[in-house]
Every structure is written in structure tokens, then in C-alpha cells.
T-cell receptor
Framework: NAGVMQNPRHLVRRRGQEARLRCSPM?????VYWYRQLPEEGLKFMVY????????ESGMPKERFSAEFPKEGPSILRIQQVVRGDSAAYFC???????????FGPGTRLTVL | AQSVTQLDSQVPVFEEAPVELRCNYS??????LFWYVQYPNQGLQLLLK????STLVESINGFEAEFNKSQTSFHLRKPSVHISDTAEYFC?????????WGAGTKLIIKP
């Protein structure tokens, strides 16, 4: 049973470009969470999604960031017009239901030049 | 709102010495607590979890943590560290379907 998969593992963008981060949850998991880890900091919750629904996006910046989890395919975290402050590691986690146990992917490290 | 405090940003310790990494959380009715480990440039691995039952939980590689409700703590301990334990350790509490994280403690093993 494959774990949570994230791609790409590393992403380099220039200021103003768009970044798309993908997350495939574990098989049988329909709940996805995105967290951001800024350099030298702990993780911060961004968004919680179920299939086709955003349940809680209270941790998402109000502008430029969006997330989706379509009926088919991976969850996507989209950052438009990236700025240097978006450079961070973005982790995705999944769970089979609303559960305290979340299984993490390897992360995507975004570098904005 | 829930919060997690890891009091030490770095803990240097000699190889084969014991270590304690401290974690305190803000009080809540029901608590689910976790320790994750992050090796350099890698993802997060679950090390320990407390969901219910025995307040002392153990990992397969010798770490243990004790849930102390009265002190709102979940400190991580190991009686004898190895160079391979060099990593950053994060304490987290589950609250409203999200994990609230501490800032992390870097465990530095001195030879």
C-alpha cells in the first residue's frame, strides 16, 4: 500500500510565476490536509479538504493561494504570482476519515528566486 | 485555541547519554498528542502517539513519552542516544481536525 505521494519533490519558480503542488493520498483515504513549514519554523495548518469539498481553509492566505481535491485525481495546492516569502516546504497529509492520525507525504520544497 | 510549546530549540547531548525533549500543550477536554521526527532534508515520520489508554507510550527505536494531564506535558525521552538520532523533533496536538505544532527541537548528538 503506497503512502502519501507528493510531486514534485522540489520546485523552483521565479517571482510572479505560478506553483502547482500535487498530493495523492493513501489508498482509501478521502481526507487531505496541507501544511506549510517556513524555514526554521514548525508546521502551520493551511487547509483541510474532502473529495470535492473544502472543509476548513482558515490557515490559507486570503490571496494567491487556492486548493482543490477533485472527485478524480490528486489534491492540488496552487500558488499564483509567487513571492520570495512563499519559499517553504509544503506537506500534505491524509486520513481515512476525520481522524487525529494523519499520514504525511515527503513534502514539496518550493524555492522562489 | 490550542497551542504547543517546545521549550528548547536545540538540545546538544553526548552519544549514549540520556535525553529529554520537552513539550507542553494548552489544556483541552480531550487530547491527542504526537511526536514526529524529521531527518535532514526529509519528510515527517510519526514517532509516537497518545490517543488514549496508558499514559506511557513507546516507539520501536527506544524513545518513550509520557502524557501528564496535570502538567499538560508530553515530554519525549530516550535513555541512551545514538548518532543516528540526530534530527529535528516536533510535538503536535490534534485540535478540530488539524494538527497544531510546536516550533521543533533539534537534537544534536556530540561524539
Amino acid at each position: 500500500n503506497a503512502g502519501v505521494m507528493q510531486n514534485p519533490r522540489h520546485l523552483v519558480r521565479r517571482r510572479g510565476q505560478e506553483a502547482r503542488l500535487r498530493c495523492s493520498p493513501m489508498k482509501g483515504h478521502s481526507h487531505v490536509y496541507w501544511y506549510r513549514q517556513l524555514p526554521e519554523e514548525g508546521l502551520k495548518f493551511m487547509v483541510y479538504l474532502q473529495k470535492e469539498n473544502i472543509i476548513d481553509e482558515s490557515g490559507m492566505p486570503k490571496e494567491r493561494f487556492s486548493a482543490e481535491f477533485p472527485k478524480e485525481g490528486p489534491s492540488i495546492l496552487r500558488i499564483q504570482q509567487v513571492v520570495r516569502g512563499d519559499s517553504a516546504a509544503y506537506f500534505c497529509a491524509s486520513s481515512p476519515g476525520r481522524s487525529p492520525e494523519q499520514f504525511f507525504g515527503p513534502g514539496t520544497r518550493l524555492t522562489v528566486l | 485555541a490550542q497551542s504547543v510549546t517546545q521549550l528548547d530549540s536545540q538540545v546538544p547531548v553526548f552519544e549514549e547519554a540520556p535525553v529529554e525533549l520537552r513539550c507542553n500543550y494548552s489544556s483541552s477536554v480531550s487530547v491527542y498528542l504526537f511526536w514526529y521526527v524529521q531527518y535532514p532534508n526529509q519528510g515527517l515520520q510519526l514517532l509516537l502517539k497518545y490517543l488514549s489508554g496508558s499514559t506511557l507510550v513507546e516507539s520501536i527505536n527506544g524513545f518513550e513519552a509520557e502524557f501528564n494531564k496535570s502538567q499538560t506535558s508530553f515530554h519525549l525521552r530516550k535513555p541512551s542516544v545514538h548518532i543516528s538520532d540526530t534530527a529535528e523533533y516536533f510535538c503536535a496536538v490534534y485540535s478540530n481536525y488539524q494538527l497544531i505544532w510546536g516550533a521543533g527541537t533539534k537534537l544534536i548528538i556530540k561524539p
